[in-house]
């Protein structure tokens, strides 16, 4: 590709550290499906860094998959899923979700972020056996548009769940991201008090693949291993997960490479807002959606590739612009520059 | 682990020469989900190798995953897939067949090879709406036990299976050792004329994971891609199956990984057999089955891992022994010396 | 219940003429599962009233398993069914639809109907591997909210359907309140030109158990027998079905039966109207939606069942009214009666 | 029908005090989906019988919808069933289970009945999460072959269940010529110390459809109501299953019919016996499988219709006669005259 790739976070490959690492243990036998001796070490380092000592990890090979595996597991068949419109599961898994045979409630949100306000109406409609039982809230954190749940957000909601019998599940595959971001007081150790599953992405964040599956509640825990090898999310060679995550929890790395992707997000939002070009929102992690006039998107796209997001008004389209772990500081600059003229 | 394993086909990582392609391609950015150039050249490879200039390829994760997938595509709801009560699908996916609605009808085989004729009854017992309609044959090569279907044993269920208008789908995780048996006369070239979809194993031949599937008939194409992502089998990083696949499949790596994992195979049973130890069957592949005293068993345990497969009598047992790309011939070595004393 | 139920349309029994046939043919042997002389009777006296020669005709027990067995007979897993947001199969079947798989893409309306413009946005929106393919459209005739879609509604649907490679599949439970609405210019034999699949309600209309599902399209017809009974929905004595659409078939019965709803719902409108109350929409069918003051409904309650709607203001509520083939036209004059001191 | 039929025991209507009930009770108003008057009757007329007072009843309207809700609502998703390979739901319900994402691991058995010793090696088998979990233990009593589970098999599987943790679901489509079976000493109301939950049927005891679902242990009644609403069991009119079984268990006439069916079996098997014929097992209830010359069943097929079986030697097919509680004594006279001659 000639051309530049904000499009998005796994436009590359693995952080180079982590390749080292698969060197480096590549001949060492190891048992198969996750009982290799890196995934026990990367769950004890994520355990130590999100301070849940009683969590299970388990590793799965992407997002969807995570979102399934978890999903169907803790739904019984009549239970439903409570998500944004625009979230992941939504929109983005080609119907995964109502493949293991749920149905998601999906909520209008001006932000991809769900509160307690917006889901009680969905509790309120749900009142009879006529209809689901909506059991469990999804959230992404960081969202699909790029905004943040802080921590008193999490709280909110988390105390809403509990009042509620709802389980809260956090969708991160993005939540380096957020934990980074200049606008975040939620910390890694706080996660714990107010979801009962997480999941901790690694493909967007400097791993060749793989997500961190955190189960916090224990009800949930009960032969995830079964739940995972029916979805086809055991893998043989999970050591390839136990390694990277290893990696990535040795030494900040996971951190570093997510406020990397951020900084660069906040320099590229600097420089578009001196040009004078508008945001749908504050950016405050790797995704940010300006409004450019379409002239100029023309000019920009011979040189760079993104998504245009939506039409703002006649002569205007939001774009999408995703920096990642990877993203180099010139290329920053050239875009800005070629904005400019 | 300081026990040497003859567990499985999956303890080691990759082969060198994939984690040099891996290191190399590492900052080149590329699109996702399978539509980057290394996906492409690996697509184009296989077509090569196995003649196969209209067939669609598609990387999944894992054997499971590719099953699922390419099962849950092929089939209408009441429809059916035939299998050995040894197949993969009928014992060892914690029921993901059925888990995306399907039936699965089990054949009891002596050698985990299904024929025309042990198909046949099934087809003539299922014969209206209140049974599932079979539609399917699924058939693993080599096999869980280590046996091939030869080529002839092949064009015998083809024919077959177009004659009752069913299709035929082969699991390849072990392709490589069942192309390059020396029992084996089906090449790769020959697979085209005989079943409708297969896939190529990389995870148990040296890739750290990924299978190849390979559409043949027409029929089955249709928006496959939409099948991948609804099952969580469409990778944001698919560039990493299309690397590995494209170093397995340039200069014979492919072939030369699973000759060598069959030959020690051969070693390991010349020895086995000079010993006075017989087999449940003439081992063909890299896995092996002989029959051992219970008391060896137990000495062989302090240095090598391996399976108990299961009772043969009262004072000995059969064992499963599996060869791999990456076994050391010296490990055959010290296991014969091993069982001699 | 000693409380006149307007709750719903299927508080009572069957009609009269429906239990002497039950009688009548009580005693003679048929053969199970549809394949009794009556069910075949049925469905020519179907084929005919709405001019389907080539049509086959099933029958169910009721509307839900109707829903589920069509729409996952007809969709591929990947597949969805776009319906109103206050469709039946939206709201009110527990996740029947998920459950076999399938997502629906909601749309909100004014008044319960879909039209070209409506759904076009679903269709630009959905148009990668991410999302599913929205292959099917679900409307209810009558609507859950009494409205109708007349001739020219479904004429513009099916255009816009065709065009867009879309199967139309109309719920009618409510189809007999739809074509004896005195606001309906669609007649039975004009359904055949626009949609693919319908059904026939006979549950909601003077059945005790029964929907007639009528296949046109030739694409769905192919062994809907199996679909069916996989859903549990062939039942051992489908004779029953038989028998009662028989009798409703017979001498217009299924349109008396109807119309009697209607012009009942017509009478308690023109009363209700004259009292000085409003509607939320012009009642077209046998579900009518007044907005009543809170005291006034206190007081109705005690004599009458309904269901309250929805809030309409701080004092006022809307309820819902539903007569049916077996009210009594002097419930009707005591309850506005009522409604007037 | 010309032909008297012995096809199966459900060729005839329902009985006529069935039929009067519905007269009786066809316009007195009722809420709908089983929280009408009729529905509450029968089910404290139901516990009365079997003697469990604390037991939730639920009605549908057939076998294969009562077996998928009962199972699926049981079963998590990696969880499987143990059947006879005879039984119900692994044969003939085009893969209803499976359809709700089930395995069903089957067993060879001599008679159509399991026994702890046939079930063991299923649980020995299934011991890591590369497998199913099996959960349940799926009956048929009587059988499909017409044998029946005495209090001594069902105690000894009850306490083998116990001890291995698996539930046990009693299919009792055919319960009532189980329980009046001459050579049975279980009664209605041993049943409750045996299993966890089994459907009593009505179908193929005199009812025009309609099965009981008894639900005894606590775990599987919540929520009931929303797997059956999900499945499409939940009728608007349960009425009409709360209205049979009230006549079917007031005067015992539920035992009176299963009791005329066993009968009149007895009579015809003892004819058959006289004439010399074997049969493939002692007939214990309604349904009975002699074997007769091939040259004989044309013949008898001229008047009479009746399914082989299969072949049991060059010359003579096992058949199966099914009597039922509207059979005529004179038609198993005039069969036996035809057998005779």
Redesign the interface.
């Known amino acids: 590709?000639s051309k530049?790739?904000f499009?998005?976070d796994?436009?590359?490959?693995?952080h180079?550290d982590i390749?080292n690492a698969?060197?480096n243990?590549?001949?060492?036998?190891?048992?198969?499906?996750g009982e290799d001796e890196y995934c026990l070490t990367a769950a004890e380092l994520i355990k130590k860094e999100f301070d849940v000592p009683t969590a299970e990890i388990h590793f799965v090979?992407?997002?969807?998959?995570a979102?399934?595996?978890v999903i169907?597991?803790v739904l019984?068949?009549?239970e439903?899923v409570i998500a944004a419109q625009t979230g992941h599961i939504a929109?983005?898994?080609?119907?995964?979700i109502?493949?293991?045979?749920?149905?998601?409630n999906t909520i209008k949100t001006a932000d991809g972020k769900l509160t307690p306000e917006l889901i009680e109406p969905v509790l309120i409609e749900h009142c009879d056996?006529?209809?689901?039982?909506p059991k469990l809230v999804y959230i992404s954190n960081s969202t699909e548009l790029g905004t943040i749940y802080t921590k008193s957000d999490l709280e909110k909601l988390s105390i809403f769940c509990k009042e509620n019998d709802l389980l809260l599940f956090m969708d991160g595959a993005r939540l380096g991201s957020s934990l980074t971001s200049k606008y975040q007081d939620l910390t890694a150790k706080d996660i714990r008090n107010y979801v009962d599953v997480f999941y901790i992405g690694g493909?967007?964040n400097g791993a060749?693949?793989g997500e961190a599956i955190v189960l916090l509640n224990d009800d949930i825990k009960e032969?995830f291993?079964?739940?995972?090898?029916?979805?086809?999310?055991?893998?043989?060679?999970s050591?390839?997960f136990g390694i990277q995550f290893s990696v990535l929890f040795q030494n900040n790395l996971f951190f570093e490479l997510a406020a990397h992707a951020n900084n660069l997000a906040y320099k590229m939002t600097q420089g578009i807002d001196e040009l004078g070009y508008r945001f749908i929102a504050v950016p405050q992690t790797n995704i940010i959606f300006p409004v450019i006039p379409d002239k100029t998107i023309k000019k920009l796209e011979k040189k760079f590739l993104f998504y245009p997001w939506q039409k703002y008004d006649e002569n205007n389209t939001i774009i999408r612009l995703v920096t990642s772990w990877?993203t180099k500081e010139e290329k920053i600059v050239e875009f800005l520059e070629e904005l400019k003229q």
Chains 1, 2, 3, 4 share one sequence.
């Open positions: 590709m530049y790739s499009l998005y796994y436009a590359e490959g693995a180079p390749l698969l060197i243990t590549n001949m060492i036998q190891q048992l198969g499906y090979s992407g997002g969807t998959q979102n399934m595996t169907s597991s019984k068949p009549y439903s929109v983005h898994e080609t119907g995964a109502e493949f293991t045979g749920h149905k998601i056996e006529h209809m689901v039982v493909t967007k060749l693949a032969k291993r079964y739940s995972m090898k029916q979805k086809g999310a055991l893998l043989a060679k050591r390839i990877a």
